[in-house]
């Protein structure tokens, strides 16, 4: 299918464009900064001198990506149909700590206790966007005034359940609160012998690269299929390009939104599960916060599509990892967040401007093969 | 003035060898006019002939790539519409552009707001629209809100406001296409007194008798390019509607009545309410309270093999009755198809039972324009073979059966993975009906199904229309081109302010008396 070749090479060209052009912007930043800014593209590719620092780095790298990647296909469930779930954030903690505190108060073979977390997980923050689906359908609340007014009660009840009810004991010298240490059965294998295929010793910091990769991937492609090869998928589509199509066609637009939020939520929830059942073995009041945020200018980015979205988290991934590097190179570490910034706003500029030169081309092409003045014959 | 002294005088516009090359449309190709000052020229042409663009053209909305234009005799160039209303070109839109929160004092100076200390000069302003107004013989009143207006009110409004900027030649774009019969001729009237007053008028129209009616001179584009210009005297309807066309006409009518006596949709005392639906709300009620009405107590009955035409002016209620039987909107009343009472189930339920929807909008409802044909032959069959593979859509099935629709409608197409956006209008509505009649409906709703479509595919609907009819398929058609009601339909019903006010015979009925029906001028006598 040419037609999609051309779209899809299209979309690359414009988002390399807008990566360039953010490298420049940001380069004016960091000269502003009193920085240099070769001396701060090296430093994104400064993955240590030692070998064991590379790997460890390279793990830093993918660990980032994983939670991205999840939190951008949240997002982009939602996007996909014109629902702004800004909630993302608030589901994925309050997923998080629960599934830790259940996951804490049984011991059970290692798939069923792994597979009861995600289930639970996912339960949480699935039910959690129920709530702004349900006040949109019955009364029209806004569901982005809503999500993020929900954010900000599930933060502060997440910072209330570990310190109270989810309170774990707490090792003497310790300052942060914590829920209760996941058994061993809950712990998420790792898959650092990918090192060993390179012949690269394993990275031993942050519980080497977390196994939940490969559930990521899994959960990448089952998303891709549900919207793009079923119906619940095209219902989806359909109420995203034109909403009044789709309800003229029988789509139930009340039915689609609260599908898709609590899909959506549901995905959100599992955000927090690579770093807890991958290194922490627990919910503690440092949990890593703003991935729900994040997965905005992810799913931005990777156009709402899962392939898309797993190289957009790769991208931010990439330049999270380089915070410490470039500290040492004496650059301020806020460049990256500058970056980021900049490649999101190009990149949805690239979109647009992609978006109407494909749609251009579409129809140059569709009038030139039908040879557009040829004349239409009429039937008597 | 004679037309001897006018020959002579320089022409008020001339178009030669205007060419204008474009991706996807119909373009102009050495297009040659020569408009009299005076008169009232005709440009009439089949939909995506090529009209609208070389008023676009004429107006400074668009550059021509190649030939010149003149105006009283100096070659102009134009980069926007305002080097057009500086040498006096102006346009009236066929869909008008008035803000309807101003009045009509506002909308006519709006852009071009006479000023005295920074403040906008009311007294001024309603001078000279005063002065314009009896002139012209074009009676509006200033202070009313444009909201408040008829659609003739709206259209010399729009005249109004052109002539305040100075207009000597007026561009008109089919003005008559959203018009009655009577606020035609009030039209017509309108511009005959602007000829005597010297000025021009430029008047795009497909509908040829209205056409022979006020032209002095009448040009005919045919794809793209002037084929011909005509006296209307010398010429009828009938020959210059061949020339546009190019070949025999179509016309709407329906031979033989295929009409049978088993009722296939029985609508009963369907009524709805303007300020939302209270579910237990008793109709008769609403209307004891004086509440607005947008359906009001319509019923009526359509039977296999019947094509039932709603005629009625825009926003007496058609949408509000198609959406109650689509289910998209709540109603009081029942709709029963093929003897089910169906008023409780869900859009979806209701298209699986056989309901078939042509809207009136395609771009609103019924196509997804970014999406590829054969996803826009899924859509309101997402449930039903041969889209559907339990929870998957069958993509293989869906793109073979757009192949079949592709090929049975003659859809003009590079294939079934192109996006529906790069369809011209024509075969978009094409591919629409060919899905609506797709999976075997049992009833049809027909909005508008020809708007906006060549002649070729017009008579090309028209025809699957009939096919399908004859093959029992019960239709509602709601139309705007009363020649199609008339032309198309079993029996008639003229609907009025959400009310069906008379049931006419459309072998015995004229446009002129239908549109008065429509506009409630003939009160409502039951003829049928």
Redesign the interface.
């Known amino acids: 299918?040419p037609?999609?070749l051309n779209r899809a090479l299209l979309t690359v060209v414009g988002a390399v464009v807008a990566i360039v052009l953010a490298i420049a912007i940001s380069s004016v930043a960091i000269i502003a900064a009193g920085a240099d800014p070769v001396a701060a593209l090296t430093a994104f590719f400064d993955f240590g001198a030692s070998e064991r620092s590379v790997s460890n780095n390279i793990a830093a790298f993918l660990n980032r990506s994983v939670p991205l990647f999840i939190s951008g296909l949240a997002v982009a469930v939602g996007f996909r149909m014109n629902l702004f779930n800004i909630g993302v954030e608030g589901q994925y903690r309050l997923a998080a700590i629960v599934a830790a505190y259940v996951g804490s108060t049984f011991t059970a073979p290692a798939p069923i206790q792994i597979a009861v977390i995600v289930v639970v997980a996912a339960a949480v923050g699935g039910l959690y966007a129920l709530i702004p689906a349900v006040m949109k359908v019955t009364r029209g609340v806004n569901e982005v005034i809503a999500t993020i007014m929900l954010n900000y009660i599930a933060i502060n009840l997440t910072s209330f359940l570990v310190r109270g009810p989810f309170a774990g004991e707490r090792a003497e010298g310790q300052l942060t609160t914590t829920t209760p240490k996941l058994g061993e059965s809950a712990m998420f294998p790792n898959i650092n012998f990918i090192f060993d295929w390179f012949g690269q010793p394993p990275p031993t910091r942050g519980g080497g690269v977390w196994g939940f990769l490969l559930l990521a991937v899994v959960l990448g492609v089952v998303v891709w299929a549900v919207l793009e090869?079923?119906?619940?998928?095209?219902?989806v589509?359909?109420s995203g390009?034109?909403g009044?199509?789709?309800?003229?066609?029988?789509?139930?637009p009340r039915k689609m939104i609260i599908a898709a939020m609590v899909m959506s939520g549901a995905i959100a929830g599992l955000i927090g599960l690579p770093e807890i059942l991958g290194d922490r073995g627990a919910f503690n009041s440092n949990f890593t916060a703003g991935l729900g945020f994040l997965g905005i200018a992810v799913a931005l980015l990777g156009r709402n599509k899962p392939v898309g979205i797993a190289f957009a988290a790769l991208l931010f991934a990439f330049l999270d990892r380089a915070q410490g590097a470039l500290q040492i190179a004496e650059v301020p570490a806020s460049v990256v967040t500058i970056i980021q910034g900049v490649i999101v706003l190009l990149v949805v500029v690239a979109n647009e401007v992609t978006n109407r030169l494909a749609?251009?081309l579409?129809?140059?092409?569709?009038?030139?093969?039908?040879g557009?003045?040829t004349?239409?014959?009429?039937?008597? | 003035m004679s037309a001897d002294t006018l020959a002579t005088a320089r022409p008020a516009v001339e178009l030669e060898g205007i060419t204008k090359r474009?991706?996807?449309?119909?373009?102009n190709?050495d297009i040659r006019i020569t408009v009299r000052p005076g008169t009232v020229h005709a440009i009439v042409g089949e939909n995506g002939a090529g009209k609208s663009t070389l008023m676009k053209i004429l107006y400074g909305m668009q550059k021509p790539d190649e030939g010149t234009i003149r105006v009283n005799g100096e070659e102009v160039s134009f980069r926007t519409p305002s080097d057009a209303i500086e040498v006096g070109i102006g346009m009236v839109h066929q869909h008008f552009m008035l803000a309807d929160n101003l009045t009509v004092l506002e909308n006519i100076v709006l852009g071009a707001e006479p000023k005295k200390f920074a403040r906008l000069d009311t007294a001024f302003a309603r001078r000279r629209i005063t002065e314009l107004a009896e002139s012209h013989g074009l009676r509006v009143d200033p202070d009313k809100l444009v909201e408040d207006l008829g659609v003739g009110d709206r259209q010399r409004v729009e005249i109004l406001k052109v002539l305040y900027r100075g207009a000597r030649i007026l561009i008109l774009d089919e003005p008559t296409a959203v018009l009655v019969p009577q606020e035609v001729e009030e039209l017509f009237q309108n511009l005959r007194e602007l000829k005597s007053e010297g000025l021009t008028v430029i008047f795009i129209s497909h509908k040829l008798d209205e056409v022979l009616g006020i032209a002095d001179e009448i040009t005919v584009i045919r794809?793209?390019t002037t084929v011909a210009s005509v006296d209307p005297g010398d010429v009828t309807a009938r020959q210059l509607a061949e020339l546009m066309?190019?070949?025999?006409?179509?016309t709407p009518e329906t031979r033989e009545s295929t009409v049978t006596d088993v009722v296939t949709l029985k609508i009963g005392n369907l009524t709805m309410g303007a300020d939302g639906h209270r579910p237990g709300a008793d109709p008769a009620k609403l209307r004891e309270e004086g509440r607005r009405l947008l359906l009001d107590d319509v019923s009526f009955e359509i039977h296999q093999g019947e094509i039932l035409g709603i005629a009625g002016v825009e926003g007496n209620g058609q949408s509000e009755l198609i959406e109650a039987i689509?289910g998209?909107r709540p109603a009081h009343g029942t709709i029963e198809l093929a003897g089910q009472d169906i008023s409780g189930w869900?859009?979806?339920?209701?298209?699986?039972s056989g309901i078939g929807?042509i809207?009136e909008d395609r771009h609103?409802?019924?196509?997804?324009?970014?999406?590829s044909l054969w996803?826009n032959r899924?859509?309101?069959h997402?449930?039903r073979k041969p889209a559907?593979r339990g929870?998957?859509?069958n993509?293989r099935a869906s793109r073979a059966d757009t192949q079949r629709i592709v090929e049975a409608y003659d859809v003009?197409?590079?294939g079934v993975?192109?996006?529906a956006?790069?369809?011209s209008g024509?075969n978009q509505q094409k591919l629409i009906v060919g899905r609506e009649m797709s999976g075997e409906p049992k009833f049809l709703i027909a909005a508008h199904p020809t708007r906006g479509v060549?002649?070729?595919?017009q008579?090309?609907i028209w025809?699957h229309l009939r096919d399908a009819r004859a093959a029992g398929l019960a239709v509602l058609l709601i139309s705007a081109d009363l020649d199609e009601l008339i032309g198309l339909s079993d029996t008639l019903r003229v609907i009025y302010r959400g009310r069906i006010v008379a049931a006419l015979d459309p072998t015995d009925i004229t446009p002129e008396r239908l549109g008065g029906y429509m506009t409630g001028a003939i009160a409502g006598t039951e003829e049928s």
């Open positions: 299918m037609a999609g090869r079923t119906r619940f998928g095209f219902g589509k359909a390009l034109n009044p199509a789709a309800l003229a066609s029988g789509v139930d749609l251009r579409e129809e140059r092409r569709a009038a030139q093969q039908l557009s003045n004349p239409v014959e009429v039937a008597a | 474009f991706p996807g449309v119909v373009a190709h794809r793209g066309v190019g070949s025999e006409l179509p689509m998209i869900s859009t979806l339920r209701r298209r699986e929807y809207p609103r409802q019924g196509l997804l324009l970014e999406a996803e899924v859509l309101g997402q449930t559907r929870i998957w859509v993509r003009r197409t590079p993975d192109t996006l956006l790069a369809l024509g060549d002649v070729g595919a008579a090309a025809d």
